[in-house]
Every structure is written in structure tokens, then in C-alpha cells.
């Protein structure tokens, strides 16, 4: 049981927020249950929706990469719900959730390749110890993914609003609900534990 009570923004006594609601309200009327806990701190929760979609939408990376670093920092986090909700958002871009949940294994076990694995582990080293970051690092992503400064930028926002969310849900111990596998956002499902750099 969540830790917060749980608001509907929809039924905001501030017009601001129900004008929001429609953005995170599906189809059968509900909302995520991270941003019924969010519409405690209405400013916060518009503003980082926003942010999330800017990256996502309007960056350099693309929205399959995004939401692939979404993941991944979630896995990387062990936020079941969270890793639920971006696998969920994945699964149609790589043929369903059968295909998804592929993925999610090569990445846990070190098995993907190329630029994508590259992008990933700089972003789970920034996650990880972001000092440990190096100049050849930067180097590496510059000469072989082709970044500019501004992908840098949106690639360590990306770690930090997924991470913020990760850490909202889990603090405030939010149950999951989302229509991908539970057992498969699970941390426990990876067999051999999540070690992404091969």
C-alpha cells in the first residue's frame, strides 16, 4: 500500500492541474499511480512531464533510445514500477512484450552491442559514479555516436529524471500497475543478475 495518499488530478480544486490531467489520464480513465502521488506538488510533476517529453521527443537520441535508457536505468535502480511503465512504452517499438523482455536480458546480461551498448553504459557508469566519467569517455561517445554537447546534456538529463522517478515510486512504495509482466520489471527475473557491461 502506497505510503501517500493517493490524489486524482483530474479532481483538482486547481484548474491548472485538471487542464493537466488529460496528458496522464489512459483511455479507461485512470491515472499511474506515480502521478497520483506526484499531484501533491503540482509545479513539479507538469514541469518534469514536460522536461521527460522534450527529451524524448525533441532530442537528438530519439524516443526508442530514450525510453531504452529509461529501462535501463530502472533495471539498473531495481524499480520494478518503473521499469514496468518504460518496458510497457518500449514493447511496441520492438514487436511486443515477448520481444521487449528479450531485450531487457541482453541488456541485463551484457549481451547488446554497438552504439546502443555504448550510450547505455556511459549512462549507467553517470548513474553509478558520475565521477568516474571520463574525458575518453566523452570521446568515445563524440567519435562514435557522433554527440554534440547538447546530446551529453540530454543524455544526463535522462539518468536524472528517470532516476527521480525510480525514487519517488519507490519511497513512496507505489503497487504496481501496469499491463507489462510484473514478473518481468521484477530484478530478481534476471537469472544471472544485471551486469550490463559486457
Not at 147 to 152: A, Q
Request: glycine share 6%; charged share 25%.
Amino acid at each position: 500500500m502506497a505510503r501517500i495518499d493517493l490524489l486524482d488530478p483530474n479532481e483538482s480544486d486547481d484548474p491548472a492541474v485538471r487542464e493537466f490531467a488529460p496528458k496522464v489520464t489512459a483511455p479507461d480513465g485512470s491515472v499511474g499511480k506515480h502521478f497520483q502521488a506526484e499531484t501533491h506538488f503540482p509545479p513539479v510533476m507538469m514541469q518534469v512531464y514536460e522536461a521527460r517529453l522534450d527529451l524524448a521527443r525533441r532530442g537528438d537520441l530519439g524516443t526508442e533510445l530514450f525510453t531504452k535508457l529509461a529501462v535501463a536505468v530502472s533495471m539498473a535502480n531495481a524499480c520494478t514500477y518503473c521499469t514496468g511503465a518504460y518496458a510497457k512504452q518500449l514493447s511496441p517499438r520492438l514487436g511486443g512484450d515477448e520481444a521487449t523482455r528479450e531485450w531487457q536480458l541482453a541488456l541485463a546480461n551484457g549481451d547488446l552491442d554497438g552504439t546502443e551498448a555504448l550510450v547505455i553504459d556511459f549512462a549507467l557508469d553517470v548513474l553509478a559514479d558520475p565521477d568516474s566519467v571520463t574525458d575518453e569517455d566523452f570521446e568515445a561517445l563524440r567519435e562514435t555516436c557522433e554527440f554534440t554537447d547538447k546530446t551529453f546534456v540530454e543524455l544526463l538529463y535522462t539518468v536524472n529524471i528517470v532516476s527521480g522517478y525510480n525514487r519517488v515510486t519507490m519511497a513512496t512504495d507505489l503497487g504496481y500497475d501496469h499491463d507489462y509482466p510484473e514478473e518481468w520489471a521484477d530484478p530478481d527475473s534476471y537469472p544471472d543478475g544485471f551486469r550490463p557491461s559486457a
